[in-house]
């Protein structure tokens, strides 16, 4: 009988493959321009608890594919693509998205309710959502434990790929029996992913989905995109989406994977340091520009939007040797 796996798995297959992004029409290309130079006139984000200049890290978020994402959720409206991106860099100081902790998070992962372990069939991260190991009482940490696993399944994303891959497995324990969040709380959360990670979602696989889950569908319907509603699939054989190799068996794969919470979250904090830490450096050296591919950021791209000189590329080769 071979051991389980305990930490987070580093790749995709090898077949497994992102789509490849259409190109830009010309119309779009000049809406994205213009976006481009407004975010780079921003002199303050109107925050209500730190307002003030960009911080580098923003500028890093504020990615060409990041631009791109909100132009396409308001349908290419210049203007309100330009507010949503505002509205965002606002609400991430203000709800303290950057300030969230290993430590401060870690109580609500003790049970493994949330996993971060292989990727789909287009190289997209897997994350696992298991409401069955629910551990703690409703609080407002339970919902800054959904941003953070967002952010870090973000830094798990390969070259190429902007979307995650969600995998909810409704299925009872002897210690939980209604596995449904509540209205509320599924509203707010519902609200946070679609207003401030728009266009993040690639599919969402649901299972083991009991009649009480299936009202609280219903309920919250009203509030999902169209959008996201057609990326649901339920109670469908996740195999179609996921490498059998990458699926964990209780989502109907052959990885066998056991969840320790003292070997699992020291790892997935490792890679994750690694992965910001290359993305960040890969950044300075392209120029430390608003708009950088987020594809030469991960490691897929030799060159970013300002093709940085041989001195620059020779730091970018360092980083990606030493990653």
């Known amino acids: 009988m071979s051991t389980p796996l305990k930490t987070p798995i580093l790749a995709p297959t090898p077949t497994s493959l992102p789509k490849e992004h259409p190109a830009l029409t010309q119309e779009q290309q000049t809406k994205y321009t213009w976006l481009l130079n407004q975010a780079k006139s921003w002199t303050t984000i109107p925050s209500k608890s730190s307002p003030g200049p960009l911080t580098d890290s923003e500028r890093l ?5 990041c631009l791109l994402r909100y132009l396409r959720a308001t349908k290419w409206h210049e203007a309100e693509s330009s507010k949503r991106l505002l509205d965002t860099l606002a609400w991430r100081r203000d709800y303290g998205v950057e300030g969230l902790t290993w430590e401060h998070i870690s109580p609500e992962n003790e049970t493994g309710k949330q996993i971060l372990l292989g990727y789909d069939k287009e190289g997209r991260p897997c994350h696992y959502l298991n409401p069955g190991r629910q551990n703690t009482d409703v609080s407002p940490r339970q919902t800054q434990h959904l941003v953070f696993m967002v952010e870090r399944v973000i830094e798990l994303m390969p070259g190429g790929v902007e979307t995650l891959a969600l995998l909810i497995n409704f299925k009872q324990s002897k210690h939980r029996s209604n596995t449904a969040p509540g209205i509320g ?12 990670y728009p266009e993040r979602l690639g599919k969402a696989l649901i299972i083991n989905v009991p009649w009480v889950v299936s009202g609280f569908f219903k309920l919250i319907r009203p509030f999902i995109d169209p959008l996201t509603r ?15 190799e990458q699926l964990w068996t209780e989502f109907g794969g052959s990885l066998e994977f056991e969840y320790d919470h003292a070997t699992y979250w020291p790892a997935l904090r490792k890679l994750c340091a690694e992965r910001a830490g290359s993305r960040r450096q890969r950044w300075v050296a392209g120029g430390s520009q608003i708009g950088e591919h987020e594809d030469y950021l991960a490691g897929g791209k030799e060159m970013g939007v300002g093709a940085p000189s041989a001195a620059a590329a020779g730091q970018v080769e360092q980083v990606t040797e030493s990653s």
């Open 230 to 244: 057609e990326k649901l699939i339920f109670n469908e054989d996740m195999r179609q989406y996921v490498p059998e």
């Open 185 to 196: 709380q599924g509203r707010e959360v519902l609200g946070i992913l679609q207003t401030h």
């Open 61 to 65: 978020w504020l990615t060409r594919e």
